[in-house]
């Protein structure tokens, strides 16, 4: 008796016997698989900045025409700028309600209609992640989100390859479409990225991670020793410590204006005409100086060095006797 039910199940779960299926694969949602419908109607409406409110109205069509492949009824108020979707008792899918809830979110998020219907298949998921409220400073805010998108969005390219997402920055949201594990990776990316993290340093290690996933025999070993360790800069400013000096009930003396030392050297009383005189005389000592300098540092060269009674310079090593002779001779036969 046991056998045979061992066999029945068996043959009503064939996948459970063949090792090459994936176990934990979804398997889509048919009709057939919810005949009835939906007992109870969901509906989901969010709103869009009006200046997408042509786009919106122009790819509209489309994206009804989408969303009723699923029985699911989408409706457009341009008066109070929603965008509404809604089950009806025809949907069979009870999870394609919040796909459609993910779709009309980012459009409003400036998404094109050709991406954003993507969200609709199984597999891909959505999120948007609100960046405005990590910098308080509107430069610095600009700045991090530059350097996120990079020259020429090279950076946020890279990021896209390494995590399989789609990203799209758009004023103080970020919108992600992809596999959970990417999302999950590009929002840490992200995030890190505001907080004054460069997302080379996250793209340099998502690149190392790639390649060790390639390789089944680093599956179970530790990665932390091919992992790049970044160390944190905290440039911290030094402290000036204030010195304690003995109390005086007096206040200090105050300090002496401009017009008191014109006046003491008898400056104030210089008409322009003798100011500018006495500022030419001063200009001409100092160019004067700088003159000599100039002609002293220029007869430096020209000074010769100092010699022996010889003739040798000091320092300088002195021929012997043979070495004088074997020159001489040397030169000798070169004139025979």
């Known amino acids: 008796m046991a056998e045979e039910k061992k066999k029945k199940y068996r043959k009503d779960k064939p996948w459970d016997s063949d090792p090459t299926l994936d176990k934990w694969a979804i398997p889509a949602i048919t009709p057939e698989d919810n005949p009835s419908g939906l007992v109870e109607d969901s509906t989901f409406a969010v709103l869009f900045p009006q200046y997408r409110e042509k786009y919106i109205q122009e790819v509209w069509p489309l994206v009804a025409k989408e969303l009723k492949k699923y029985k699911v009824t989408a409706e457009l108020d341009l008066v109070e700028g929603t965008m509404t979707v809604s089950t009806s008792r025809d949907t069979w899918d009870p999870y394609i309600i919040i796909k459609a809830r993910d779709l009309i979110k980012l459009l409003a998020r400036s998404v094109p209609v050709q991406q954003a219907i993507k969200v609709l ?29 990079g020259p020429g969005g090279t950076t946020l390219k890279a990021l896209e390859i390494l995590t399989g997402c789609y990203i799209l920055v758009q004023g103080n949201t970020v919108s992600i479409m992809g596999p959970m594990k990417g999302i999950k ?43 790049p360790q970044f160390k944190k800069r905290n440039v911290k400013r030094k402290e000036t410590k204030k010195v304690k000096t003995a109390y005086t009930p007096f206040p200090p003396a105050q300090p002496v204006r401009q017009e008191d030392l014109l006046l003491e050297s008898g400056e104030y009383f210089l008409t322009k005409q003798e100011k500018a005189h006495k500022e030419a ?56």
């Open 121 to 149: 298949q199984d597999g891909v998921f959505c999120d948007v992640v609100k960046i405005g409220g990590y910098v308080r400073n509107k430069e610095r805010f600009v700045k991090r989100r530059h350097r996120l998108i």
């Open 281 to 336: 005389k001063e200009r001409e000592k100092t160019q004067e100086a700088k003159r000599m300098e100039k002609k002293r540092k220029r007869e430096e060269s020209f000074k010769p060095p100092a010699e022996t009674e010889r003739g040798y310079v000091e320092g300088e090593k002195q021929p012997s006797l043979e070495e004088l002779k074997a020159k001489f001779l040397k030169k000798r036969k070169k004139e025979e």
């Open 185 to 227: 990776t590009a929002r840490r990316v992200i995030i890190e990225t505001m907080e004054n993290v460069h997302p080379v340093y996250n793209i340099k290690e998502l690149m190392i991670r790639k390649e060790l996933e390639k390789d089944p025999e680093m599956a179970n070993q530790d990665w932390s020793r091919f992992l």
